[in-house]
């Protein structure tokens, strides 16, 4: 079957506004290639739209995560600041407070972060102090410098109780550098200034007690300066004239008298000559600490004289450290420490032949000083008692000590401030130490 069109010159044409032809076929043709780019653009803005939508979500939820963990960090600051009994606060240029933590809501009298945000202290309180408060703020904020431990009280709320703080300001700046408000940093030091009080009181009180056992030092100090002038005078005179007769009657009687008397007669001196020694010693005693004559006195030089003056026996070998300071203090007080320590060592160590040591150490702060014998020594028992007055561990028939030479020793380190003791045990020998602090140098 054969179809045939009508034989017409424009069957197949279209007629274009353009003016131009086209056959069916190529209009047909255009149609569809015009859907099939439209179709594909549509695909391509599906495609953009899909990645746009995938990338807005994506921007939302990181944001959101940002936020979320902006709220966390808020948080932790918020629960950081509530925790600490400092009041910490932050405020803009208008003084509003933006941040306040819960020491500081507190002290304001309010509840909440929500009654105090956007408020300033005049919302509050309304006092000469607040305006104070004010004008410093606008200093700080004004010329940029910080307001560092200043001591201030405010009268708390409820109660009325003066409290005492150290505060702090400081201008608070953005990423520019420019100033938008101020951080305050208030510490309760009401405790502090309360212990400070008390212990002004107690300095005034112990002040008082110090003057006042200075003045009984002092009244005690001219009632051994009188008993001392009584001794010299009221007892060394009779005294005196009891040893002349004593002697009178041992060289112009000496016929009348058999042994038994003439021993009675040496004892009788004896006993009178201790009586003087020990008058010497009570007023040796008394003079300690009145009179300080400070030099520099070289200890090596002054140890050698010392022992050139006991003059042991050879059989007693005294050493030396061979470090010795140079000590600033009276070297007549200082001779009597040494020769006092040295000469008892000498005098009690009981045996044929004795070692006695001498030595020194730094400690920093003072210089301890030993005297070491191998004598019988010292039970332990007798260690505090030695040092005071009238007290020996020998007889007096056997020995002319009087009982006073360690207590004189032991006044002359404690009036500059050192301490005296003896490490010893019967059988193992004395070791007397002593310390002698490095300011004020010395005995």
Sequence with gaps: MQIRFPETTFANRIIIVAGSYITLFGLLWFLVAEFRRIVAQAHAYAEQLAHANHALAREINERKQAQDALAEKHALLQMLIDSTPDHIYVKDLAHRFLIANQATIRELGATSLADVEGKTDYDFHATERTHQFFEEER??????????????????????????????????????????????????????????????????????RVQQRTAELEAANKELQSFAYVVSHDLKVPLRNMTQLITWLMNDYADTFDAQGKEYLDLLLKRAQQMNNLIQAILQYSRVGRIKADEPVDLSTLLHEVCETLNPPPTIQINLSSDFPVLTGDRIRIQQVFQNLIGNAIKFLEKPEGTISIDCADHGAYWQFSVTDNGPGIDPQHHETIFQLFQTLHQHDKTESTGIGLAIVKKIIESRGGKIWVESAVGQGCRFCFTVPKSGEQP
């Design 139 to 208: 200093v700080v904020m004004t010329s940029g410098r910080i307001l560092i431990n200043r001591e201030d009280f405010l009268i708390e709320h409820g109660s009325g109780q003066k409290r005492w703080y150290l505060t702090t300001k400081a201008p608070l700046r953005d990423a520019h550098g420019q100033i938008i408000g101020l951080v305050g940093f208030n510490r309760d030091i009401t405790e502090r200034k309360r212990a400070e009080e008390e212990i002004r009181a107690f300095n005034a009180t112990l002040e008082q």
